[in-house]
């Protein structure tokens, strides 16, 4: 069964700095999706970076990356110059090929310090 | 740019009492989930749709809950009767049919307060 797991239940992050928010994974499904979604305090979830089981390259999309370790089973969001507006939940989710339902972690509450 | 929509926004009820969410998924997309959100965890999902029929169910109390989308358009996910335990954020989301890449749009949640 597919597992998301978020082991950093806040982070506290200096404005301009970067920061990295950590994701693992399990599935035996070889063919697979990572997501990141943002939910701001006024509760919708936005969706931030897609990386593909298959895809050779770590996705990036502006200030977001994600560092995928296939190996390690990880899935890392790096958010770059973090701003004020970055203050909020972050939840790392995965669908497998096979069963299409989308599988989220805990999240991760990131605080960003003027 | 497309929305999915859902209302209402917030309910509060009291326990026993019946309930109904509201769901209009984007134009087009083929697939609607319901998710349920308690305060400081991550969405579960309740139900899956692929146009009018579920396709996972498992994890909705179906004693209580009950989700329909007739006409594989808008969908409608009841409660009767709330329990204490239902307060929670209940979201909805659609993306396009098929690979498992396409990206789910949420609406903003209707928030469900029991008392």
């Known amino acids: 069964a597919q597992k998301i797991t978020q082991t950093q239940p806040g982070m506290f992050v200096q404005e301009k700095e970067a920061v990295t928010l950590d994701c693992t994974y399990d599935t035996s499904d070889p063919s697979y999706g990572l997501f990141w979604y943002k939910q701001p305090s006024s509760g919708e979830m936005i969706f931030l970076i897609y990386q593909g089981s298959y895809d050779q390259q770590n996705a990036t999309e502006g200030r977001y990356s994600l560092n995928f370790q296939k190996a390690r089973k990880s899935a890392n969001l790096v958010i770059s110059a973090s701003q004020l507006g970055d203050s909020a939940m972050y939840f790392c989710?995965?669908?497998?090929?096979?069963?299409?339902?989308?599988?989220f972690g805990q999240g991760t509450r990131l605080t960003i310090n003027p | 740019e497309a929305e999915v929509a859902q209302s209402p926004r917030y309910k509060i009820t009291e326990k026993s009492q019946a309930v109904a969410f509201w769901c209009d998924p984007i134009?087009?997309?083929?697939?609607l989930y319901w998710y349920r959100q308690i305060l400081g965890q991550g969405p579960e999902l309740l139900v899956q749709?692929?146009?009018?029929?579920?396709?996972?169910d498992s994890q909705l109390p179906k004693d209580r809950f009950s989700a329909e989308r007739l006409k594989g358009v808008d969908s409608t996910l009841k409660i009767q009767p709330a329990e204490l335990g239902d307060s929670a954020m209940y979201l909805c989301?659609?993306?396009?049919?098929?690979?498992?890449?396409?990206?789910?749009?949420f609406g903003a949640g209707s928030r469900l307060t029991v008392l």
């Open positions: 749709f692929q146009d009018e029929s579920v396709v996972d």
């Open positions: 134009s087009g997309h083929a697939t």
């Open positions: 989301a659609s993306s396009l049919r098929g690979s498992g890449a396409n990206v789910l749009t």
């Open positions: 989710a995965m669908r497998e090929q096979g069963a299409q339902k989308l599988v």
